[in-house]
């Protein structure tokens, strides 16, 4: 295996290459993707590599574009639509919550819906409530709907992979924090598998369930936590749908505790659903109530103070696992 270090976007923008080299039937769509590589950068060359007729820039009408995508995947392409931030899929909700995520069901499996769907989540940049929610949670009610949250310049390439493989419409989220994150990714770029989860970090104490951006914040977390004399696990999910219960509930009932840490809704979001799966399948292993650090139930303040206030850190995840452990 040759490894070579790459950036989140720069692997992501790898395997875009590679997909369109191997396959002609994947399309890109988008605003500002072909001459512009995207606001982030992640389609940079695509244009030129393989023409305006599979890099196609598109008006400002997520509503437009995303529907022809739907109309595209179910005759034959594999469109990846980009959307500059997830947000704007309020937008186009239609399109993704009536179509694209039922087309195989009404159609009784006849139709294919090989569309990826790659958007931004994510605050802590100034961006404001209208361009910084992290919506997967949302997206991961919707059945017909896969939903991804990659942490790593590795598993956001192997999992980008595995999505533009799918015969089911993902949702493939990347937080904004995270495009400049420098890893090793492997030159071959081999597929992750969707619904398995990864251990970041093992430990013995209690099990940290973090996703996206919050990895690294319980990964920082955890290292001093050890200082304390706390050994803390880490375990990134990875795909929000399918979620891998099996991995998280064989880890809680090794440790007994479970904290879950996402930037997602801190009602009826994927804490919730994490802890209420672990309530179901591991309450006798439990030696503590299992707690959710999420942001509060307001829309994501503009202000760097308030937003910085806002975001869920390495000192409230060290703070909620003391107290956890006290119990």
Known sequence: MTEQMMTFSGALNAVLHQAMRQDGAVVCIGEDIAQNGGVFGVTHGLCDAFGSDRVIDTPISE?????????????GLKPMVELMFCDFTGVCFDQILNQAAKARFLSNGKLKLPLVIRTTMGAGDGSGAMHSQSLHGLFASIPGLIVVCPSSPADAAGLLKSSLASDDPVIFLENKQLYELEGL??????????????????????????????????????????????????????TVKPLDEASILEHVRGTGRLLVVDEGAPFAGLADAVISSVVRGSFPSLKAAPQKLCPPDTPVPYAPAPEACWLPGSDAIVEAVVLMMED
């Open 63 to 75: 509503t437009a574009f995303v529907g022809m995508a739907v109309g595209a995947a179910m005759t």
């Open 185 to 238: 990714v492997d030159a071959a770029l081999p597929p992750v598998p969707l619904g398995s989860a990864k251990l970041a970090k093992d430990g013995a104490d209690v099990t940290i369930v973090a996703t996206s951006a919050m990895v690294h914040e319980a990964l920082a977390a955890a290292t001093r936590l050890e200082s304390a004399g706390v050994s803390a696990a880490v375990l990134d999910p990875r």
